[in-house]
């Protein structure tokens, strides 16, 4: 018996579906991979809150780069203290841990962790840690924006040498620019009653920078104080949505607008919704009764905000 084969309606017909079900399954494929990168992102949190914690456990102290000297804000434009990886300009926030990048010209750039950002050496011993530069970088980490002119914040031109870079890797994410991720909670090195969350040379009274605080200086319940977090929301969720979208502030919502990855001090890590200083959820501030202050009217410096659920 001859056997009848498709006619070419019948191939088309079938492509068509077999187009109608991809176009059907790849939006949920997109969202189980976002999911899968998050879950990535959580867990890289969850190692460095660890190390964190071993740290404060060994030194009684926050982490803080090499010193108090250099662990100080560096304005942008400023020579950074000598030994400061060039192009930082917060080594506050984001020196606790992390790498940096090598190879100038053609060479080929790796990353290599610096021994004197104090977390380092709780990831792995061997500093180098080449295989675990990952545990730095979110896998969602697409860069940062300032909110007001969404120009991309760029803290160090990476690249060549040759092209006017400081060498090693080319990109524009976070990891690519800092060395990680994930900033430091300002706020922990804040003076409790200080007025900003930045160091501020021209006025030392409203400055917040001390290299000396620690766990006991902490009133704020563990499981809400923030360690930790992602870098593109660690400034702009701080605030209303309204607020950051008429004054500049540094933004880059990886896992969702006003969401993002935070650790806390009790070794959690949780996708939290985001948009004040202070909620039940969470504190940015290690002192709630102090950290608010008054700004030059009176006005309380951020809203803190009880009973948001």
Not at 265 to 279: A, C, H, I, K, Q
Request: aromatic content about 10%; glycine content about 12%.
């Amino acid at each position: 018996m001859k056997r009848r084969g498709f006619t070419l309606i019948e191939l088309l017909v079938v492509i068509a579906v077999i187009a109608i079900l991809l176009s059907l399954l790849m939006p949920g494929l997109k969202l189980v991979r976002k999911s899968a990168m998050g879950t990535r992102c959580a867990a890289n949190l969850k190692q460095l809150n660890a190390a964190w914690q071993m740290y404060i456990g060994d030194f009684r102290v926050f982490p803080v780069p090499r010193s108090k000297d250099i662990a100080r804000w560096i304005p942008p434009g400023k020579v950074p203290a000598s030994g400061a990886p060039r192009g930082l300009v917060s080594s506050v926030t984001w020196s606790w841990g992390g790498v940096n990048w090598h190879g100038t010209g053609t060479n080929v750039p790796f990353a290599a962790a610096d021994p004197l950002r104090p977390i380092n050496p709780y990831i792995e011993n061997d500093l180098s840690i080449r295989d675990k530069v990952g545990t730095f970088k979110c896998p969602l980490d697409n860069g940062s924006w300032d909110s007001f002119t969404t120009n991309q914040n760029i803290w160090v031109k990476v690249g060549p040498a040759a092209a006017g870079g400081i060498g090693g890797a080319a990109g524009t994410t976070v990891y690519e620019q800092l060395g990680t991720s994930y900033d430091a909670n300002d706020w922990m090195y804040c003076l409790p009653g200080s007025r900003t969350g930045l160091e501020v040379p021209e006025c030392p009274e409203q400055s917040n920078f001390a290299w000396w605080l620690g766990p006991q200086h902490l009133m704020t319940t563990p499981s809400r104080f923030v360690v930790l977090g992602d870098s593109g929301v660690m400034i702009a969720g701080r605030y209303p949505l309204d607020y950051i979208r008429q004054t500049p502030k540094r933004s880059g919502w990886w896992h969702g607008v006003q969401v993002g990855n935070l650790a806390f001090f009790d070794g959690s890590v949780r996708l939290t919704p985001m948009g004040e200083v202070t909620t039940e959820r969470y504190s940015f501030y290690m002192d709630e009764g102090k950290h608010a202050g008054l700004d030059a009217k009176g006005n309380a410096s951020y809203r803190v905000t009880a009973g948001r659920q």
